[in-house]
């Protein structure tokens, strides 16, 4: 028996990926990342992820030992992912830069939106995520505080914008950038999300319009023509 | 020498049964011992007064299941919910839960329904022809204050990809309903003076899609800062930064009632 699940372990891998050696952790990985994102959090089972991979459970516990080590750890690849796009910061920006980290931002989120989308949904997970000191997005919230200062540098803010405003919009800025994927999943058919991830960029952006200066406001109507008119190219979504 | 071992470690879940005995995080298993350690069919005083005073309020049993059943996911989320415990905590038996509700996703699905409808007969009138953005307020703050009284239940239906998807038809419903009354808010409060209407319709759809999201998913940004119980509390920062998507179409008045408003986000 176990020499038969080792063969089959060998077969898949091969099947998967001729050249490169591809370990059983990042297998496994790889494999849940597509089950939670066609089947949700909730009702993903190690066993499931162990026959589909042609593994026995063990197998598996012996690399995750629940099910939420394998989320925890597919949400820290995404951030660290997310984390390279922010680091693409620079005092340069405007709001068309602006507009493509969010996109990039968007389609990282469609690419873990299983794992995305669950993201403080279940009470208990959070908890046990707060007991384990996995609260790991003050980095990226700080980064978005950063964005409303550069843009106010460069002139793309209200210049009687008060600090309030400016504060709230941050955080509304962040808030559109982690949850407009799940409002997507609610106002559009499955199908249609796909289709639907420049204009989400464009929703995350327009977070900030409120407090856009004019010539922030022009940048913003001209991404928005192209959007709407489905202008932008190489629109499809990385995979 | 392992009967001692045992009772020593009854007691302490015992006495605290609210906040479990610390151990590795994770889920707890099914073989974990309910809260009370009571042999089963020795109804505690308090839960048969629970009963008996249901009863009397003309309160089904049902009911009963789905109103402590909410309470527990309140504090466990959905995940963690079982039915021995919910059985236990009303003196009752598995079997006398399984009959109402088979699964405890039947049980999860009708304390859903429950919060749909509550919020329907709680929001559905307030937009009225007086409407201002105070009014605005408070219509929002109402719906957020039903959301907090679900939240076990509403934060999965908001975030597990399998709800999402099963339930994707009557979310779109939803959401064009929302589109509907909060357009007519829009023209209410354009009539009424406190604001300018948003003439480009991609930048309207673009408002109302933003002010949704914030309104649906701030408790779950909210759970990632603040521990559950104080929801209630920081809830009004959050409305409040929902109402910052109208700044740019405010009028003199709006602006006024807004100032007031703005003080909420800090």
Same mark, same amino acid.
């Given at each position: 028996m176990p020499a038969k699940t080792k063969s089959s372990t060998q077969k898949h891998a091969a099947v998967q990926t001729p050249q490169e050696e591809v370990s059983t952790r990042e297998m496994i990985l790889r494999r849940s990342l597509e089950l939670?994102?066609?089947?949700?959090? &909730?009702?993903?089972?190690?066993?499931t992820l162990a026959t589909s991979l042609g593994l026995s459970p063990g197998n598996i516990t012996y690399h995750f030992s629940r099910k939420e080590d394998i989320c925890v750890a597919l949400w820290e690849q995404y951030l660290e992912e997310y984390g390279k796009v922010v680091r693409s910061l620079t005092t340069l920006l405007d709001i068309k830069q602006l507009y493509l980290l969010n996109r990039i931002n968007i389609h990282l989120n469609y690419k873990y939106r299983g794992v995305v989308v669950f993201r403080s949904a279940?009470?208990?997970a959070m908890r046990r995520d707060l007991e384990a000191g996995r609260v790991n997005e003050d980095e990226h919230f700080a980064i978005s505080r950063r964005v409303m200062t550069l843009l106010g540098q460069n002139g793309y803010l209200e210049k009687s914008a008060t600090k309030e405003i400016i504060e709230g919009t941050?955080?509304?800025?962040?808030?559109?950038?982690?949850?407009?994927?799940?409002?997507?999943?609610?106002?559009?058919?499955?199908?249609? &999300?796909?289709?639907?991830?420049?204009?989400?960029?464009l929703m995350s952006l327009h977070a900030l319009y409120p407090t856009l200066s004019q010539k922030g406001r022009d940048e913003f109507a001209e991404i928005?023509?192209?959007?709407?008119?489905d202008n932008l190219s190489g629109d499809r979504p990385v995979k | 020498m392992s009967t001692q071992v045992k009772t020593q470690q009854q007691q302490p879940q015992e006495a605290d049964a609210v906040n479990p005995p610390k151990r590795r995080?994770?889920?707890?298993?099914?073989?974990?011992?309910?809260?009370?350690?009571?042999?089963?069919?020795?109804?505690?005083?308090?839960?048969?007064?629970?009963?008996?005073?249901?009863?009397?309020?003309?309160?089904?049993?049902?009911?009963?299941?789905?109103?402590?059943?909410?309470?527990?996911?309140?504090?466990?989320?959905?995940?963690?919910?079982?039915?021995?415990?919910?059985?236990?905590s009303l003196s009752l038996s598995p079997g006398n839960i399984t009959y109402h509700f088979p699964k405890k996703e039947d049980i999860i699905a009708a304390i859903w329904e429950e919060y749909l409808a509550v919020l329907r007969d709680t929001?559905?009138?307030m937009i009225t022809p007086l409407l201002d953005i105070k009014q605005l307020f408070l219509y929002f703050r109402t719906a957020a204050a039903k959301a907090i009284s679900y939240v076990g239940v509403t934060t999965y239906y908001f975030g597990d990809m399998g709800a999402l998807l099963r339930e994707n038809e009557a979310f779109r419903r939803q959401i064009e309903r929302g589109r509907e009354l909060?357009?007519?808010?829009?023209?209410?409060?354009?009539?009424?003076?406190?604001?300018?209407?948003?003439?480009?319709?991609?930048?309207?759809?673009?408002?109302?899609?933003?002010?949704?999201?914030?309104?649906?998913?701030?408790?779950?940004h909210a759970l990632t800062k603040y521990p559950e119980q104080d929801l209630p509390a920081v809830m009004d920062k959050y409305i409040a930064l929902s109402l910052l998507q109208l700044v740019p179409y405010l009028t003199e008045a709006g602006k006024r009632q807004f100032a007031s408003i703005v003080n909420l986000i800090k």
């Amino acid at each position: 028996m176990p020499a038969k699940t080792k063969s089959s372990t060998q077969k898949h891998a091969a099947v998967q990926t001729p050249q490169e050696e591809v370990s059983t952790r990042e297998m496994i990985l790889r494999r849940s990342l597509e089950l939670i994102n066609t089947k949700g959090m &909730v009702d993903f089972r190690i066993d499931t992820l162990a026959t589909s991979l042609g593994l026995s459970p063990g197998n598996i516990t012996y690399h995750f030992s629940r099910k939420e080590d394998i989320c925890v750890a597919l949400w820290e690849q995404y951030l660290e992912e997310y984390g390279k796009v922010v680091r693409s910061l620079t005092t340069l920006l405007d709001i068309k830069q602006l507009y493509l980290l969010n996109r990039i931002n968007i389609h990282l989120n469609y690419k873990y939106r299983g794992v995305v989308v669950f993201r403080s949904a279940d009470l208990g997970a959070m908890r046990r995520d707060l007991e384990a000191g996995r609260v790991n997005e003050d980095e990226h919230f700080a980064i978005s505080r950063r964005v409303m200062t550069l843009l106010g540098q460069n002139g793309y803010l209200e210049k009687s914008a008060t600090k309030e405003i400016i504060e709230g919009t941050h955080i509304y800025h962040y808030i559109m950038m982690r949850w407009c994927i799940n409002f997507a999943y609610q106002a559009y058919t499955p199908e249609e &999300v796909e289709a639907k991830l420049d204009y989400l960029a464009l929703m995350s952006l327009h977070a900030l319009y409120p407090t856009l200066s004019q010539k922030g406001r022009d940048e913003f109507a001209e991404i928005l023509s192209k959007v709407s008119a489905d202008n932008l190219s190489g629109d499809r979504p990385v995979k | 020498m392992s009967t001692q071992v045992k009772t020593q470690q009854q007691q302490p879940q015992e006495a605290d049964a609210v906040n479990p005995p610390k151990r590795r995080p994770g889920r707890p298993r099914k073989t974990d011992k309910p809260a009370s350690t009571e042999p089963r069919g020795v109804k505690s005083e308090a839960a048969r007064k629970t009963r008996l005073a249901a009863k009397r309020a003309g309160t089904s049993t049902r009911e009963l299941i789905i109103a402590s059943a909410n309470e527990i996911i309140n504090r466990t989320g959905v995940v963690d919910f079982r039915i021995e415990t919910l059985a236990s905590s009303l003196s009752l038996s598995p079997g006398n839960i399984t009959y109402h509700f088979p699964k405890k996703e039947d049980i999860i699905a009708a304390i859903w329904e429950e919060y749909l409808a509550v919020l329907r007969d709680t929001t559905e009138e307030m937009i009225t022809p007086l409407l201002d953005i105070k009014q605005l307020f408070l219509y929002f703050r109402t719906a957020a204050a039903k959301a907090i009284s679900y939240v076990g239940v509403t934060t999965y239906y908001f975030g597990d990809m399998g709800a999402l998807l099963r339930e994707n038809e009557a979310f779109r419903r939803q959401i064009e309903r929302g589109r509907e009354l909060v357009f007519a808010g829009y023209d209410t409060l354009v009539e009424n003076g406190y604001m300018k209407p948003i003439e480009n319709p991609e930048i309207k759809e673009l408002t109302f899609d933003s002010q949704m999201t914030m309104l649906r998913w701030w408790i779950n940004h909210a759970l990632t800062k603040y521990p559950e119980q104080d929801l209630p509390a920081v809830m009004d920062k959050y409305i409040a930064l929902s109402l910052l998507q109208l700044v740019p179409y405010l009028t003199e008045a709006g602006k006024r009632q807004f100032a007031s408003i703005v003080n909420l986000i800090k």
